[in-house]
């Protein structure tokens, strides 16, 4: 193969990417419509089901977000019923961040069901090697973006 | 490999994604902060860039949001500068929207420069025949993705 179809096969896959990352976004923006946010409120609020109790400050350092943007995605998640501030029993100055856990869960996972039996259609034509090959290829990708927004908060 | 070991595969390999899918997010959500929109807006911008000229119906057609997203999604866009409105020459009833593309396109990709730098890097430790499994793989994911997303519209 040529230089220039080596070249060829990277922009349509880069090309690829984009729109899947465009899709992804679309589509979490559909499910955060359904449940009265938007798609960075939606995740917000998955990162806080996975680490709960949690303050504003650790949610910033965890999503990249700037305290401003973070501040008023607790105020909508707190607005909408999914999760309320406490201060904290240990260190009264401190304001931490719960879910209400069922709530959250439940509504989150109603609209992805069907989502979920569509993929897991897709992945059973996969063989384990493939899965493993494509697990690989995710962890790494989430490496790179992880540290692109870490760059961008700078 | 005994049915649960599959079972844990592919539940390990569901998490990525989920994942993966939030840190897709979450970047593209620094991205478009360094921009002064959201995510969904900037994700419209690039769709709008594509595809102009363009009407808020299509817009939303396009993107699976509803017409009052898409109407607050443009009001963003025009205020910060990326995108104006204006009549359609053709049937002076209808309103479409451009892109100031220059503009645009010079922002976004001055924040993206560095993540496509590191994204080519690991790229280049693949070959043809994985890139284009991989290119496979996300196809597939994206009609799944897209069907997903018209039936949480309905």
């Not at 959250?104 to 109603?110: P, T, V």
């Amino acid at each position: 193969m040529s230089t220039s179809e080596r070249e060829n096969l990277l922009h349509i896959f880069n090309e690829q990417l984009r729109h899947f990352s465009t899709d992804t976004i679309l589509f979490h923006q559909a499910v955060a419509e359904r449940l009265g946010l938007n798609s960075t409120d939606h995740k917000c609020l998955d990162i806080i089901l996975r680490n709960q109790p949690i303050t504003a400050g650790m949610l910033s350092d965890l999503t990249g977000l700037t305290t401003g943007t973070v501040t008023g995605v607790i105020d909508r998640l707190e607005k909408a019923g999914y999760v309320f501030r406490e201060k904290d029993p240990e260190d009264r100055r401190k304001v931490i961040i719960r879910v209400y856990t069922k709530k959250a869960e439940d509504e989150i996972m109603s609209h992805l069901e069907s989502f979920g039996q569509s993929m897991k259609a897709m992945l059973d034509q996969y063989d384990n090697e493939q899965i493993r090959f494509l697990f690989n290829f995710f962890e790494r990708s989430r490496g790179i973006i992880q540290t692109e927004t870490l760059k961008l908060k700078k």
